[in-house]
């Protein structure tokens, strides 16, 4: 089963993936901040047996993973491929992940809630996403009573999730409004409007490679739909703006530079950090999508971007690697997948 | 007659070249300095007879050009190329050049002096460019009575010069010494035993691309012989220290990576000012020499170096160029040629 980030979706040349995220509780239980590992590993076998043992689910395709039996530099290479949150892969214990073999859908166990459904699907592929969220969503409502209140709808313990519980967010590559300086007059704009734009890995964090994650920031009075097709609908203006960007002429002949660079130093290096690899990786992609580097194709990058952190590289390995050696064998990676 | 500075030399790894410079007057006429254009044209024809017209000079192969007929791209290309100063570039009137078709010798008629005699030769070939510029120098002196006191020898407007008159330099490839922070202390060192290390165009100029020139500074009180085999046992130490630097364990991998990115940037590049070439073909260079690019030869390298200047591909397009268009001249001349 290759892994869904592979594959090339809708939009894919500026359109990276997609996310949707639910929260949700179990009536009767406290938050999980409030559980002790007892209750927090009953919780986690509430929930697998009524996902393992449903027939609508394909179950033979689902992992069942008791956090704590990990390494660190195994749940740090999730956190990389985005399965999981960087505080789940911190702190292990009494937590479970169910997770999909192609690693589209995630089921954390014991996050910030009792519940935490993600789907991921390459591209702007927002319907596709929310279809596969709600599917699964409905599976569990069968099985389990999740804590909804009439008027607040879900209850989740950060009331900023309140109501459809719902985060449904994109992962955007935007190189050409980044050089043009304008994603910060974006950020600011959009955000009047209920998105939020930031950083690859959430809230707080830096924009790598000019990847960006625009996410719906309204989850109280709003039905999931709705949010979805309001994010859908900016989405495809900010897309619009990336994509007029890369093709001004003024800016063009600068970007092609930037990209063949990049693409030379990437596939000659003999130590790559994880951070210069994302710049580089990011104008290689640029490349792809513009047609300026035709003989590589989208999915290499797509999962060279998965595949080349640092938790990944030494979960490959099988062992802790020193810095200098993770930047030898991070580059060796990188220029036999181009 | 392909250019001299293509061919390879002895120890080509670190000496890149060697200049013999020769600087005579004409007894009986006052310094250049004091010349007006009329009496500066005389001396140039004195010696372009004098030389044109020896059995022993295979004179079909020199070019007598008067300066003020080049253009300054012309001229400054030949700055490029080391064939004339800077200064003879520049104030072109009443100077005159006689060059060998492979531009190994140069005759620069009025520059500081009125005849400065330059031979160069590819490697460490110091007695191969003494021979050379010994033999002109003989043809010279049966024409024209140089200005020769039998106490302080030859005379010249600059002091520092009186004596044999001769400059004899190295230029060297100092890359890994240059990365290990070596070449101040090693600077300091050879000053004390009369020679002297400077940058890529000599007095006061900035070592680019790691490229320096080691000279003899004395010329009075010592036979050229003498200074001859003083510079070449000091560049022979100075060679070994930095192939043992290029050697080290600790530096190896730095360097290696370090060759590699030059080389993928250089491939690759759409746009290349000429400090950054410079950056790159030294560390290419470097790759070469230590056989970790084996595809490409020495002889490339030399080339593009003599090759890539402003001035050199303003020439080859015939007319001025814009930064950018240079810039992008240049990056499309060294992946063709690469």
Same mark, same amino acid.
């Given at each position: 089963?290759?892994?869904?980030?592979?594959n090339? !979706?809708?939009?894919?040349d500026?359109?990276i993936s997609v996310?949707?995220r639910?929260a949700?509780?179990?009536?009767?239980f406290p938050?999980?901040?409030?559980l002790?590992i007892? &209750?927090?590993r009953?919780?986690n076998?509430l929930?697998r047996?009524a996902v393992i043992n449903?027939?609508?689910?394909?179950?033979?395709n689902y992992?069942?993973?008791?956090?704590?039996?990990?390494?660190?530099a195994?749940?740090y290479?999730?956190?990389? @491929?985005?399965? =999981?949150?960087?505080d789940?892969a *911190?702190?292990?214990e !009494?937590r479970a992940?169910l997770l999909?073999?192609d690693?589209?859908?995630? =089921?954390m %166990?014991?996050?910030e809630?009792?519940i935490?459904?993600q789907?991921m699907?390459?591209g702007?592929?927002?319907?596709?996403?929310? *279809?596969m969220?709600?599917?699964?969503d409905?599976i569990?409502d069968?099985?389990?009573q999740?804590?909804f209140d009439?008027k607040?709808g879900?209850?989740?313990q950060?009331?900023?999730?309140?109501?459809?519980?719902?985060?449904?967010s994109?992962?955007?590559h935007?190189?050409?409004?980044e050089?043009?300086?304008?994603?910060?007059?974006?950020?600011t704009t959009?955000s009047k409007?209920?998105?939020? %734009?930031r950083?690859?890995? #959430? *809230?707080?964090?830096?924009?790598?490679?000019a990847?960006y994650?625009?996410?719906?920031?309204?989850t109280l009075?709003?039905?999931?739909?709705?949010?979805?097709?309001?994010?859908?609908?900016?989405?495809?203006q900010v897309?619009?703006?990336?994509?007029n960007a890369? &093709?001004?002429?003024?800016?063009r002949e600068v970007l092609e530079?930037?990209v063949?660079?990049a693409?030379?130093v990437?596939?000659n290096?003999r130590?790559?950090? #994880?951070?210069?690899?994302?710049?580089?990786?990011s104008?290689? @992609?640029?490349?792809?999508c513009?047609?300026?580097?035709?003989?590589?194709?989208?999915e290499?990058?797509n999962?060279l971007?998965?595949t080349?952190?640092?938790?990944?590289?030494?979960? @490959?390995?099988?062992?802790? %690697?020193e810095?200098?050696v993770?930047d030898?064998?991070?580059? *060796?990676?990188?220029?036999?997948k181009l």
């Amino acid at each position: 089963m290759s892994k869904w980030y592979i594959n090339a !979706g809708p939009d894919n040349d500026v359109a990276i993936s997609v996310r949707i995220r639910l929260a949700r509780n179990i009536a009767g239980f406290p938050f999980p901040i409030r559980l002790d590992i007892a &209750q927090k590993r009953r919780i986690n076998e509430l929930v697998r047996d009524a996902v393992i043992n449903d027939k609508d689910m394909n179950t033979d395709n689902y992992r069942y993973i008791e956090m704590d039996q990990l390494t660190t530099a195994e749940a740090y290479a999730m956190v990389e @491929r985005h399965i =999981i949150s960087p505080d789940f892969a *911190e702190n292990r214990e !009494g937590r479970a992940l169910l997770l999909l073999n192609d690693e589209s859908v995630s =089921i954390m %166990l014991n996050e910030e809630d009792h519940i935490r459904l993600q789907v991921m699907t390459p591209g702007l592929s927002l319907h596709e996403a929310y *279809e596969m969220a709600d599917k699964i969503d409905g599976i569990l409502d069968k099985k389990i009573q999740c804590a909804f209140d009439e008027k607040l709808g879900y209850l989740t313990q950060c009331p900023t999730n309140l109501g459809t519980g719902m985060r449904a967010s994109i992962m955007l590559h935007l190189p050409a409004l980044e050089a043009c300086g304008a994603v910060n007059q974006l950020s600011t704009t959009v955000s009047k409007i209920g998105l939020t %734009l930031r950083g690859t890995f #959430g *809230e707080g964090s830096q924009a790598k490679g000019a990847m960006y994650q625009l996410s719906n920031q309204v989850t109280l009075g709003i039905s999931e739909q709705a949010a979805i097709e309001n994010l859908k609908s900016i989405t495809e203006q900010v897309m619009e703006k990336e994509r007029n960007a890369r &093709q001004s002429f003024l800016l063009r002949e600068v970007l092609e530079d930037k990209v063949w660079r990049a693409y030379g130093v990437l596939k000659n290096a003999r130590l790559l950090s #994880g951070e210069e690899f994302m710049d580089l990786i990011s104008a290689v @992609r640029l490349g792809v999508c513009l047609s300026i580097l035709n003989h590589i194709k989208l999915e290499t990058v797509n999962e060279l971007i998965a595949t080349a952190g640092a938790a990944n590289l030494q979960t @490959r390995a099988g062992e802790t %690697l020193e810095p200098t050696v993770r930047d030898r064998q991070r580059a *060796e990676y990188i220029r036999e997948k181009l």
